[in-house]
């Protein structure tokens, strides 16, 4: 019985994504993610522009380098709808690194929630490089313009 209220107790709704990713990086300075590892499944499988992740023990080792990485972590939230099983998050973020000036960075993630309510699979889309490089100064517009000619 205990072990059926702790699998309810973690079972990821449209409402409670909403909830812990405003405080997983509204936070004051450094993101925590403390109170949502337990709503990720133990086989997790995490992709984004930079990395593969599986498994938890991986993707709780990417959210520590993050936290010590960046000075300043923020996340607007701007739209979060459900369809079946996957949750997307359409999201602007705002990094301040140790060493560099603050960037914001604009992606949408994708949640895939498994039949025990956790989150299964990852996927983050977002531009790095392109959203970086437009907040040096100078920089920016050369950039766009290289990738305007080149592939757009």
Known sequence: MEEFKIEKEHRLTL?????????????????????????????????????????IVEFKEMTDRLTERSKDLNMKLVKVVQQGNDIFIEWEMTISYKKYPSSILYGISRLTINEHGKIIEQRDYYDLWGDIFDNIPGFGKKYRKFMKKKFG
């Open 15 to 55: 409402e409670l994504v909403k909830e812990l990713w405003s405080k997983t990086y509204n936070t004051d300075g450094k993101p925590d993610w403390s109170h949502i590892l337990p709503y990720y499944d133990d086989n997790i499988y995490f992709r984004d522009t930079i990395q593969e992740i599986r498994g």
